[in-house]
């Protein structure tokens, strides 16, 4: 081949890489990062603190008006406080005792202790003695829990039972909304009474069963059913206090006993 064939050849093919190019073929590319948002959406977790005391508990009170007040300060949406009693101080049930026992086992025993989305963070006893620094202790490890993004999406609703001698039906649907499939869970409740004194903000009179779930891919959801053994009163009907009963539903890892989400049901 002759060099001006050569030359031709060259300058045609300068020209067809330019125009490929956008005629930018010397200018340095600059490539545009994956700027899609990751699969698992990005819903918080409403964390659900359980706060097991005794009656004769003398730094319970203190654990108690910590925690209550953050309850008020946060709202059912983002923090919900459950106290358990304990050991024959008439307000105990066999499920708040046996609750107690599956998450201890063999350790150490003591009130208050305080479960953060169940084993995820425990905090027994008093970090000191004054107030303040208990409700800077217990806030932070609050704080640092709803920064966790939630695997699982949680809706239910109480409906009338349609036989009138029959409780509330509480049923609902729980969804793994994250990219990875996720096993060891299982759904369960607790029906917790209000009163007027501390130490008897929203305490836990029945826990329902575990209803064990089976792997959920991302996507999948599980439909679940209640019957409480307490009859809810519907609000419009209360006519004390002390009658109004609160309805927590939660997902619970019964392997790690870590709790992936919570919902309050109005």
């Known amino acids: 081949m002759k060099m001006k064939e050569k030359i031709v050849i060259f300058i045609f093919l300068i020209i067809f890489l330019l125009t490929l190019s956008g005629n930018n073929f010397l200018t340095p590319q600059i490539f545009a990062q994956n700027t899609d948002s990751p699969k698992t959406v990005p819903h918080a977790c409403t964390v659900l603190v359980e706060l097991f005391v005794q009656g004769d508990c003398l730094t319970c009170p203190t654990a ?18 459950v106290q358990e009693h304990l050991w024959g101080d008439g307000y105990d ?10 998450y201890v086992g063999d350790g150490k025993r003591g009130t208050p202790d305080v479960f953060i989305n169940g084993l995820t963070k425990r905090l027994q006893g008093l970090s000191c003695d ?3 620094g208990n409700y800077e202790c217990y806030k932070d490890a609050i704080d640092k829990e709803l920064t966790r993004p939630s695997l699982l999406e949680i809706s ?8 009138p ?9 729980v969804k793994n909304i994250s990219d990875t499939p996720l096993k060891d869970l299982a759904v369960c409740g607790m029906v917790g009474k209000e009163g007027d004194e501390s130490g008897l903000y929203n305490y836990i009179q029945d826990i329902f069963p575990f209803q064990n779930m089976p792997p959920l891919l991302p ?6 059913k209640f019957i409480p053994e307490i009859s809810l009163t519907p609000e419009s009907e209360v006519t004390d206090k002390k009658e109004i009963l609160h309805l927590v539903i939660f997902v619970q890892n019964t392997e790690t006993k870590e709790i992936l989400q919570a919902l309050y049901i109005e």
């Open 64 to 81: 108690e008006f910590c925690l209550e007040d953050l309850a008020y300060e946060y709202g059912t949406t983002q923090f919900i406080l």
């Open 93 to 102: 049930t066999p499920e708040t005792n046996a609750r107690y026992n599956w």
């Open 130 to 132: 004054c107030v303040e």
């Open 156 to 163: 239910a609703v109480k409906t009338p039972h349609p036989n």
């Open 165 to 173: 001698l029959l409780n509330t039906i509480i049923e609902g649907t």
């Open 219 to 224: 996507g999948a959801a599980f439909s679940f």
